[in-house]
């Protein structure tokens, strides 16, 4: 696989304005290991291998069993996951698929037994940022393989 562009350095003023949402979702009080969840299942649906790559690194890092990475997207039939991370995963599902879905009444009385609105709403915001990252590598083709977690900035985070 080759990359097409780097979109990053052709438009960098890209970048600042997606990632200054991109901080907000990651100080917004929501679980880190659960915001992983989130984005590599999303990844997984958009087909993101940079994204997929990235954020199963950044899960290893924060401790995530392989069991739970390598099992994520059958998630409905296994036991490894909680009430409120299989709730923010079939909100993922529905959001990331919200052409097909239109994000169903049924799931989102799910989330919000396991969410307050506030933190709906971030989970939604954190969504839509991994689907942003995701079309953008996709569409760009950006080459997987290369990313290392800061532990850091994962720290910090968790």
Same mark, same amino acid.
């Given at each position: ?54 954020? $199963?690194?950044?899960? %290893? *890092?924060?401790? /995530? ?5 390598? !099992?994520? #997207? ?7 996951? $909680?009430?409120?991370? %299989? *709730?923010?995963? /079939? ?5 990331? !698929?919200? #052409? ?22 971030? !989970? ?35």
């Amino acid at each position: 696989m080759e990359a097409r562009l780097d979109a990053l350095k052709i438009a960098p003023q890209v970048y600042p304005a997606v990632a200054a949402l991109q901080k907000y979702v990651d100080s917004c009080g929501l679980e880190r290991p659960l915001l992983e969840l989130v984005r590599l299942r999303a990844s997984q649906i958009n087909g993101c291998a940079f994204c997929v790559d990235m954020h $199963t690194k950044d899960a %290893r *890092a924060m401790g /995530e069993t392989e069991q739970r990475l390598y !099992l994520l #997207s059958a998630w409905r039939e296994c036991p490894f996951y $909680t009430d409120r991370e %299989r *709730a923010a995963l /079939e909100w993922t599902e529905a959001v990331t !698929l919200v #052409s097909e879905t239109h994000v169903p009444d049924e799931v989102y009385e799910r989330v919000k037994r396991h969410f307050s609105p506030m933190e709906i709403v971030n !989970l939604t915001a954190a969504i839509a940022m991994i689907n942003t990252w995701n079309r953008l590598s996709v569409a760009f083709r950006t080459v997987p393989g290369t990313y290392q977690p800061n532990l850091q900035e994962l720290k910090k985070g968790a």
